[in-house]
């Protein structure tokens, strides 16, 4: 019978990953964002990674500052040797320069990942959604699509929504019938911004803005709404605690987070090695049994167990109505809207 051990061996061994004795001594430095999330890919990935290679993994953390890894290229002397971002700081960091390019011959196939979560410096490593919630004990006649979000009449009471504008003007467009594919076509012109924000207005005097994910859950669990937008792991994770919060997947909102090399890397070859082990299937789908973020490799869905996959947002049950976020777009107008979304609060 072949050992954990001895199958992640071969694994990196038939992907070249075995680094010879001398670097195999370094250590690996990984920066990622703490919490619950990092435990998971300490458990999944990064103890994986040094019983696989030999090589240990040195963990830092930080809170997803850009200016943190900036801070340290500028200075001359990258200290990093892969960093997990959000997909904002990578679209900011590729046009910058602050992050190599990534050599995909020693990743895998990109025809393997899901849309959006490939870029020429960034390899997609989970994705999360933002979904609609609601407190199962207190609620007997039960959301089951996003729409029930905007409709007062059959669940009356307030609404949490992240104040933010993004996810919440595409929630307005998907609630009053725009289909995923064409919601950022809408949103790109003046005549559907007015329709998100009109769709907006049919609950504004009903919402209770949250701006820490945690807030949503303790939202719901404390009576203040009957219903919340919320990230789909700070919901599985208050259920893990003993809540009964429901999820409503119709209609969610994806997202990504990559690895990236910092411009600077003292060991690029070692990096992408990390990169490639992180990102096999097997590595993706013990991932999941830890945090309930999707892997990005289509290859991976078929590594969850059935008992994990429910609970992703790549479940293919849970794909069927979704979104994924345009961070280009954000990119490119959100300046412009958050004004918008300000004075509108203030009105």
Not at 17 to 30: C, D, K, Q, T
Not at 136 to 156: H, I, Q, R, S
Not at 319 to 327: A, E, G, M, V, W
Request: proline letters at 5%; one cysteine or more; hydrophobic letters at 40%.
């Amino acid at each position: 019978m072949v050992s954990k051990r001895m199958f992640l061996a071969a694994t990196t061994l038939a992907y070249g990953l075995a680094l010879g004795a001398a670097m195999a001594a370094e250590p690996l430095s990984v920066m990622s964002f703490g919490g619950a999330y990092q435990e998971a890919q300490r458990k999944a990935v990064f103890n994986a990674y040094a019983e696989a290679t030999g090589r240990p993994v040195s963990e830092q953390e930080y809170g997803g500052e850009i200016a943190k890894i900036k801070a340290m290229i500028d200075s001359g002397n990258t200290t990093l040797d892969v960093v997990d971002v959000d997909a904002p700081t990578l679209l900011q960091g590729c046009d910058e320069g602050i992050f190599e390019p990534i050599d995909w011959e020693k990743i895998g196939p990109k025809s393997e990942w899901l849309p959006g979560t490939t870029s020429d410096c960034g390899v997609g490593t989970i994705v999360y959604a933002t979904i609609l919630s609601y407190d199962e004990e207190k609620l007997a006649n039960k959301p089951t699509k996003l729409a029930d979000l905007f409709d007062l009449e059959k669940f009356p009471g307030k609404r949490g929504l992240w104040k933010n504008p993004a996810t919440n003007l595409e929630f307005a467009l998907l609630a009053d019938g725009v289909a995923p594919d064409a919601v950022y076509e809408t949103l790109s012109t003046p005549e559907g911004l007015d329709r998100a924000f009109a769709k907006l207005d049919t609950i504004k005097d009903q919402i209770v803005w949250w701006e820490a994910g945690a807030q949503a859950p303790q939202l719901l669990a404390s009576g203040e709404v009957t219903l919340t937008t919320a990230w789909n792991g700070r919901i599985f994770n208050a259920n893990k605690e003993g809540r009964k919060f429901g999820m409503v997947w119709d209609n969610q909102i994806l997202d990504s987070n990559f690895w990236a090399i910092p411009k600077g890397a003292k060991d690029i070859e070692g990096s992408l090695a990390f990169i490639h082990f992180a990102v096999e299937p097997k590595i993706l789908a013990a991932t999941a049994k830890y945090i309930p973020y999707g892997p990005v490799r289509t290859t991976a869905a078929a590594e969850v167990a059935p008992e994990d996959a429910r609970n992703l947002p790549t479940s293919p049950a849970n794909l069927t109505t979704s979104l994924t976020l345009d961070n280009a777009f954000w990119a490119d107008h959100g300046d412009e809207i958050r004004k918008r979304f300000t004075t509108w609060l203030s009105n």
